[in-house]
């Protein structure tokens, strides 16, 4: 079943240059002039992915996107625009936007993008599926493991049998970002903007992040199931692996 992508833009040119690309790869793709029909279609119809132009009139992209993963979580998106700033890249961060793509956007890079995207969402998927009494209500996370290990992030607590612990609200952060985007590689960087909040140089992110880390892997120690599933990636960052079907 071939996936269903849909394309935001307001410029007529550039709405039907993606939707020729991604056609040509076999996708199956409609189209949006602005955020209020996006959303109305998304209401309606299921949707993989979406490509979302950052600068419209109306609503913007990013708006866009905060209502499209109230009514349809499992969309990725990727943002599109001419426009690149600080402010909207680290807005993109904390929406969870799969990727940020500057116009004009080669048709190779647009390709890549949503694949690596569909293949993010399957991978998230996937996660859902392997955990059991899933809280599907996105302000309050709460799962359990496959060995009985018990995780509310809400409250961010810990727990299996008569073993509890408590995460600071960093560490909570920390491990919320990296459960509800299982597969992705988060580099240094990246995590001590969503879960510090500021922005640092590369050089110096590793350094910020890695006491948190450590910390958060000291109290997980009696967790090993959990504790397993938060990998590092050398030289780069960590991603959280999720457990797989036996």
Known sequence: MKSHILVVDDEPVARQSLTDILRLEGFSVASAPNGQAAIEYVRTHPVELMIVDLRMPGMDGLEVVQVVNQISPETEVILLTAFGTTESAIQALRLRIHDYLLKPA???????????????????????????????????????????THVDLSRRQ???????????????????????????????????????????????????????VSRLRHKLEVFPALAKCIVSVRGTGYLYEAEQEK
């Open 106 to 148: 080669s048709p190779v890079s647009v390709i890549n993008s949503v694949k690596k995207g569909l293949l993010r969402r399957e991978s998230r998927l996937k996660a859902r599926g392997g955990i059991q009494n899933a809280d599907t209500d996105d302000g309050a996370p709460e799962f359990s493991l496959k060995d009985g």
């Open 158 to 212: 810990i727990r299996k049998k008569d073993q509890m612990i408590h995460l600071t609200p960093a560490e909570g952060r920390l491990l919320r970002v990296l459960i509800e985007n299982p597969g992705r590689v988060y580099s240094h960087r990246e995590l001590v903007l969503l879960v510090q909040g500021y922005d640092t140089s590369q050089r110096e992110a590793p350094e910020i992040l890695r006491p948190l």
